[in-house]
């Protein structure tokens, strides 16, 4: 049925046509009440396809998976609109959820779904790594034994960094080999890792397999790919420009297509994307997960939750190039994630709230130690030192130590060496020590 046709204009199909504009419509959605008169479903569903294809958000060849037909497309519906403003709203800097993390940032603060995150990625990479393992290393617990490990400690390190970065570093390609550089340091096995096994006895793989099995072929990929993954960070990956979450999924995507680094290529992805994000104006992403939402859609876990199942998205993917299933899919559970995430930030805020009162009035105080006694209420991995106190307050050396000194007196923090200079953490007591006032 051609588009010029008159069944095109029934009400039947124009009723099709609006819902697919609302979410999106797969096929088995159409009944014998939705077909023209004299027309089949197949025919129809073309045409709706058709209709919509001129409409949609298209990749440009570079940017997608390989095919010699067309490229990939989608449209964005109404609920994903909605699902994107909502996310944005939630995410963006000066939001309720930003100041949460923003108050709470320091070596210790990690959330359940940021964990989930780097183990999934690690694990896409060869490295064996488990949740408990990552949680303990990342907060300090213990120091890391393996190469996985010590990744994984550096991930974290540099996703601290990236807003600091954001104003005089550009997403190119020096960035990236700098960020890669980070990600190894310490690691010992480069060697057998970089031939495509690693020491941890697991190969290296894309979170898309099924869909970009083939063009997952180190030899045939050089470092010039990289450009790929930058282009599409600066508008060339799509006409016209999607919104920022959506460009993130597809920088992330160009390393699941070609191992761009051969030691840690998903964790490169996940922090392309994320740096790229931050220098949009939305800092929360280094904490919210997509390769573990993939993951575990993927594998049932959102049953009941999930608007497609992950069989049905890349259906139509295979079947029309039509991305528009998967991304208002993850999208949707992007969305979910994010509201726990704020909703358990909440939760540690009200208890935070009962030793902050309690701050306020232990005696003998100056403000200045009540300031470092709520950072470290707040954020019990940040470090405070000497001359960082001289710095910020404007005082002489002696009244600095002795701000840090009487803190360590009273239980509030602990004193440790680093190199020929000591460092202030919250005391593991700290809280205790306050409750006890």
Known sequence: MGLGDSPILSPAFLALLRRAWKEPLHPRDLSEADLPEGCGAQ????????????????????????????????????????????????????????????????????????????????????????????????????????DGERIAVNFHSLMRELPSLADRLPLDQAALEGFYAQLLAGVEDRTSRAHGRGPEGLVPRSPLEEHYAESFAPEQVSRASLQTPIDVAHG????????????????????????????????????????????????????????????KWKHGGYQGVAAFSYEETLERVESDRDWTFYYDTVMGLMLREVRAMERALL???????????????????????????RRAILAQGAEFTIAAQRERYGVVYSTARADLEDLVDRGFLDRARKGRAFVYRAAAGLRDNLRAL
């Open 43 to 146: 025919e129809v569903w073309e045409a709706l396809v058709a209709l919509r294809h001129a409409q949609a958000f298209r990749s440009s060849r570079g940017a997608c998976a390989a095919s010699p037909v067309a490229s990939d497309w989608h449209t964005v519906t109404e609920r994903l609109s909605r699902t994107l403003a909502d996310i944005d709203r939630l995410t963006r800097r000066g939001s309720r959820l930003d100041e949460l993390a923003q108050a709470r940032d320091s070596r210790a603060f990690i959330t359940q779904q940021y964990v989930e995150e780097a183990v999934c990625n690690l694990r896409f990479d060869g490295y064996a790594v488990g949740y408990e393992d990552v949680r303990a290393v990342l907060r300090g617990e213990r120091p890391p034994v393996t």
């Open 236 to 295: 060339g990956g799509s006409d016209p420009r999607r919104h920022p979450i959506m460009e993130s999924m597809l920088v992330n995507c160009q390393f699941w297509r070609a191992p761009l680094f051969p030691l840690c290529n998903n964790l490169m992805g996940c922090v392309a994307s994320r740096y790229y994000l931050v220098r949009k104006g939305y800092p929360v992403f280094r904490y919210v997960p997509k390769i573990m939402i993939l993951e």
């Open 347 to 373: 939760q540690r805020a009200a208890l935070d709230d009962v030793e902050l009162d309690l701050a306020e009035h232990v005696p003998y105080l100056s403000y200045r130690q009540r300031e470092v006694l």
